[in-house]
């Protein structure tokens, strides 16, 4: 169902009726005739045989828990700042519908989120595991106008090319309801996340990472000329939460899963799965470290719950967070 938007509306339709409503069936339609013409887009999250790392992607992403404190965050800035009727929020870059899951996860019923993403490989795991989800490109929303509650850009942001980032941001607004919130999320330009694809993931991945990451500035204009009022940035705590029954488990759990993330497949092949989870492990502990905005200096931290008998360790990353809402009123 990956790559047929016209069967991914019907299903829509029949299982998750509230998210159907929002969508623009000739816009539908239309991507449904474009999809059989040939794309000039390359697709980094496919599977192996196309190039891809979309299969490791998805085994990483099994963890719910390593990404849920950021997660939940952003979508708790959309749920207490939109004045929307509709409670659908649209996850622009959902992949296999992590958000979707971690919302799950917590039992919300405030919110209910379309996964979306360019890549037919997630949506077809997304719709595997009972997501709601739909091709389509950031730039190029399938939804009607004034349609849905909010609009999520994460985890991903930096791979949409700066000349297409004021029209996602001008999507966002058409197809958001008046009182409906934007949420953009990057990492900063210098920022040791920049440093981490720079320095591993664009060394070691095999499909590479060489994309521009967001400025305060750029964030801070995208939103404002596409008309989002209320507009506010800020810098937010992102780490990655790991647990094991012993501290040397939870470090290596943690560098499977960002070895598995980033599709770092490079060091699999030179050091095999164990020293290449130590390694990532490593290389990521030396990069992420840095003082937050609070002037608090942050490394990779380590602690002990006699309750559970569990060691967890926390890896420090601090996201750009831009958010602005669609005025109540016309200008």
């Known amino acids: 169902m990956g790559t047929d938007v016209g069967a991914q509306a019907r299903a829509l339709a029949a299982l998750h009726p509230e998210i159907h409503a929002s969508l623009d069936m000739d816009r539908v339609e239309e991507q449904r005739r474009r999809a059989a013409r040939p794309s000039a887009h390359t697709d980094d999250f496919g599977d192996s045989g196309s190039g891809g790392r979309g299969e490791s992607y998805v ?21 207490g ?11 622009l870059l959902g992949g296999d519908g992590l958000v979707s899951r971690v919302v799950a996860r917590e039992g919300r019923e405030d919110v209910v989120i379309a996964t979306c993403d360019a890549s037919p490989f997630m949506v077809e795991q ?122 040397q488990h939870a470090e290596r759990e943690l560098g499977r899963y960002l070895a598995d993330m980033y599709g770092l497949e490079k060091l699999y092949c030179e050091f095999g799965a164990d020293e290449a989870h130590r390694r990532t492990f490593e290389m990521a502990r030396a990069v992420f470290r840095f003082e937050d905005a609070a002037g608090v200096f942050r490394e990779a931290r380590a602690a002990f719950d006699e309750d ?24």
């Open 59 to 79: 085994v990483a992403q099994r963890s719910t828990a390593t990404r849920a404190r950021g997660i939940s965050q952003l979508v708790d800035i959309v749920t």
């Open 81 to 91: 700042n939109s004045a929307a009727e509709s409670r659908v929020l649209v996850d």
């Open 126 to 247: 997304a719709w595997a595991q009972g997501i709601p989800a739909l091709r389509q490109r950031a730039e190029s929303m399938l939804f009607r106008d004034a349609s849905v509650g909010g609009v999520l850009l994460a985890y991903g942001s930096h791979h949409i090319p700066p000349t297409e980032r004021s029209t996602v941001a001008e999507e966002a607004f058409r197809v958001l309801e008046p009182g409906g919130v934007f949420v953009l999320h990057d990492f900063l330009v210098g920022s040791p996340v920049e440093s981490w694809f720079k320095k591993v993931v664009d060394v070691y991945a095999t499909t590479g990472h060489d994309y521009p990451h967001f400025a305060w500035d750029e964030a801070d204009r995208i939103l404002r000329s596409a008309g989002f009022e209320k507009v506010f940035l800020t810098l937010m705590d992102d780490s990655f939460l790991v647990s094991g029954p012993t501290r």
């Open 308 to 331: 559970s008998a569990t060691w967890s360790v926390t890896m420090p990353r601090e996201a750009l967070v831009a958010f602005g809402r669609k005025p109540l009123c016309p200008s």
